[in-house]
């Protein structure tokens, strides 16, 4: 029988709607991979709500990854998601960057922010704590406005190709291998950008955005490029096929009359079949 890769994900855990984990779990369970979680934060119902519990699980992560590196487990990947607090980062970062050596790969989504500004109930100080996984990952995958806090670069409404690139290789430089940056218009045109350390090759994809909006969708995103590249595919083409998949739900759903409850995933996975 073929072994099964194992992926662990770490992000928070929403109680409402289809976000973080809740929207990761199906779509990688459904790709064929064992997949194991550790929660960041209990999130009582997604951001977008005007009401919101975050229950800090700092001291939850430090036991936890503790006694799984007692038990000797191993995982293929490792993905990285939202993180509360300093001492939580701290300690994840530590955790990747010591699996880091051993092989494991390594993919930072460093969520906090989105069209210009933090995200409701994010800190400033998540900036710099996203900087210290960014140092190990195989793969960061911010969009656009993460990638401009991560690297103290302006937002501008457009970019040129130069400066996509430019914004592409600031990642780098704080030491990520590959790079992929969403939600960027360049040339007039809305595409992700990205650098692709196996190939050495820098890659622009075009994508036909839906002026329709759900939380969740960057972390589905996260999770199909994630389950892609783990079996074989291209940066490239990974990235492509999961802007198809987001916008094929984002299409399904748009009538939806609850959006902030994300999209209903697990009813939609056959989107995830197609090419």
Not at 196 to 219: A, K, Q, S, W
Request: charged share 25%; aromatic share 8%; net charge negative.
């Amino acid at each position: 029988m073929k072994n099964i890769q194992q992926l662990l994900l770490i992000n928070d855990m929403c109680g409402y709607g289809k976000v973080a984990l809740s929207a990761m779990l199906p779509v990688l369970s459904h790709m064929g991979y064992r997949i194991h979680n550790l929660p960041t934060a209990l999130v009582s119902d997604t951001l977008n709500y005007p009401k919101f519990y975050i229950h800090d699980t700092t001291e939850y992560v430090r036991e936890s990854l503790a006694i799984w590196e007692d038990l000797g487990f191993e995982f293929d990947a490792i993905s990285t998601g939202f993180i509360v607090t300093e001492e939580e980062a701290r300690i994840i970062s530590d955790f990747c960057h010591r699996r880091a050596k051993t092989g494991t790969k390594v993919f930072v989504d460093p969520i906090m922010a989105d069209n210009g500004k933090l995200y409701a109930g994010v800190p400033e100080s998540t900036i710099g704590l996203m900087r210290s996984l960014v140092e190990c990952a195989d793969c960061a995958v911010p969009n656009y406005t993460e990638a401009c806090l991560l690297t103290e670069t302006s937002m501008e409404s457009e970019l040129t190709s130069e400066a996509a690139r430019a914004l592409v290789d600031a990642v780098r430089d704080l030491g990520a291998k590959s790079v992929v940056i969403t939600s960027c218009k360049v040339e007039g045109a809305d595409v992700i950008v990205g650098f692709d350390h196996t190939t050495g090759e820098y890659f622009t994809v075009p994508i036909n955005m839906l002026p329709v909006y759900f939380p969740g969708t960057g972390d589905t995103f996260s999770s199909v490029l994630l389950g892609r590249v783990m079996h074989g595919w291209s940066l490239e083409r990974a990235s492509a096929d999961a802007a198809r998949v987001v916008r094929e739900l984002i299409a399904r759903n748009a009538d939806q009359e609850d959006k902030s409850a994300g999209m209903p995933i697990e009813a939609c996975l056959d989107v995830i079949d197609g090419e």
